[in-house]
C-alpha cells in the first residue's frame, strides 16, 4: 500500500500531540518534487548518530526537548523553537524529552 501524503490545498494538523506522543510514530506529511516535511516522533533517550542532509533544512521543535548538534555548538530545543542548516552541514540529534520535531528538506530538483 502507498504512503498517504497530504495533497495541496490540504490543511495538516501539526499541534503537539500531547498524550498521544507516547504511541504516536515518525510520519512524512509531504513528499513531493523538491519538498519533504516529515513529523519525527523522538522518545527520551534516542540518538541519530552524525550525517548530512542533501539539501537545506529546518528543525522546528513542536513539543518536548532536543538536543540538536551542528557547526560545532549543541543547542538544546524546546517548544516554538526552530533552526536552519544549509545543505550537506553535519549534524546530530539526541532526544532529552519525549519530543515531535517538525523537519523540513529541500531536496534537489
Same mark, same amino acid.
Given at each position: 500500500?502507498?504512503?498517504?501524503?497530504?495533497?495541496?490545498?490540504?490543511?495538516? &494538523?501539526? *499541534?503537539? $500531540?500531547?498524550?498521544?506522543?507516547?504511541?504516536? *510514530?515518525?510520519?512524512?506529511?509531504? %513528499?513531493?518534487?523538491?519538498?519533504?516535511? =516529515? *513529523?519525527? =516522533?523522538?522518545?527520551?533517550? %534516542?540518538?541519530?548518530?552524525?550525517? %548530512?542532509?542533501?539539501?537545506?533544512?529546518?528543525?522546528?521543535?513542536?513539543?518536548?526537548?532536543?538536543?540538536?548538534?551542528?557547526?560545532?555548538?549543541?543547542?538544546? $530545543?524546546?517548544?516554538?523553537?526552530?533552526?536552519?542548516?544549509?545543505?550537506?552541514?553535519?549534524?546530530? !540529534?539526541?532526544?532529552?524529552? &519525549?519530543?515531535? !520535531?517538525? $523537519?523540513?528538506?529541500?531536496?534537489?530538483?
Amino acid at each position: 500500500m502507498a504512503i498517504q501524503h497530504a495533497n495541496p490545498g490540504e490543511v495538516i &494538523d501539526v *499541534r503537539p $500531540l500531547g498524550a498521544a506522543l507516547a504511541s504516536a *510514530r515518525t510520519t512524512t506529511l509531504i %513528499k513531493s518534487g523538491q519538498l519533504e516535511v =516529515v *513529523r519525527l =516522533v523522538l522518545p527520551a533517550g %534516542k540518538e541519530i548518530a552524525a550525517h %548530512k542532509a542533501p539539501g537545506a533544512i529546518t528543525v522546528q521543535c513542536l513539543e518536548g526537548r532536543i538536543a540538536f548538534t551542528a557547526r560545532g555548538q549543541t543547542h538544546e $530545543l524546546t517548544a516554538g523553537q526552530m533552526l536552519y542548516l544549509e545543505a550537506a552541514e553535519p549534524h546530530a !540529534v539526541r532526544c532529552i524529552e &519525549d519530543a515531535s !520535531v517538525l $523537519l523540513t528538506l529541500r531536496l534537489a530538483s
